[in-house]
T-cell receptor, first 117, second 111 residues
């Protein structure tokens, strides 16, 4: 596998379920990101990790819980979601944290299409 | 005021023409600028990055940055039907906290 991979690619869950999204990057990058993409809205940055340490939580509801066990893996744990949480969830990685010119390009995984019933 | 603004389109151009996509941003301290292409149902893929004023060319693509006027543009020469996609402008300012995407411009290249 190369680049950034995400599993599952599609997920349907009820509001009382607990599920997790997984992201793995094979690029040797040190920073990883979770984004939410809803229809007709710009990508929304949710969480940022640098060297397994969370450095940003963009006012995301607590029903979304990130975990970064090492620099190659990132999880997004989901519980008691709402229908409005249905969206495409994208993981990205960059060599260093965004803001360092020339090395902050973010590479995206294929995304998980989440539907909350 | 939106932080990163793009015309949603669709922008329709005939095959072989030049497509011009524009993006304006509000934070004068922004330092990194990116164009991503996103096909329907797919994730964004990087087209160009640009960090200093002027033009940057890569094949059929040219990114232009004007920090004084706070805009960044993407020109696609010899447009092909395969270029039909949504083009996202992304701006980074002040570090990781401010990774901001525009809503994207949908480009349609007519054969």
């Amino acid at each position: 596998e190369t680049g950034v991979t995400q599993t599952p690619r599609h997920l349907v869950m009820g509001m009382t379920n607990k599920k997790s999204l997984k992201c793995e990057q094979h690029l040797g990058h040190n920073a990883m990101y979770w984004y939410k993409q809803s229809a007709k809205k710009p990508l929304e940055l949710m969480f940022v990790y640098s060297l397994e340490e969370r450095v940003e939580n963009n006012s995301v509801p607590s029903r979304f819980s990130p975990e970064c066990p090492n620099s190659s893996h990132l999880f997004l744990h989901l519980h008691t979601l709402q229908p409005e949480d249905s969206a495409l969830y994208l993981c990205a990685s960059s060599q260093v944290l965004a803001g360092a010119s020339g090395t902050d390009t973010q590479y995206f995984g294929p995304g998980t299409r989440l539907t909350v019933l | 005021q939106k932080e990163v603004e793009q015309n949603s389109g669709p922008l329709s151009v005939p095959e072989g023409a030049i497509a011009s996509l524009n993006c304006t941003y509000s934070d004068r301290g922004s330092q990194s600028f990116f164009w991503y292409r996103q096909y329907s149902g797919k994730s964004p893929e990087l087209i160009m990055s640009i960090y200093s004023n002027g033009d940057k060319e890569d094949g059929r693509f040219t990114a232009q940055l004007n920090k004084a006027s706070q805009y960044v543009s993407l020109l696609i020469r010899d447009s092909q039907p395969s270029d039909s996609a949504t083009y996202l402008c992304a701006v980074i300012s002040g570090g990781y906290q401010k990774v901001t995407f525009g809503t994207g411009t949908k480009l349609q290249v007519i054969p």
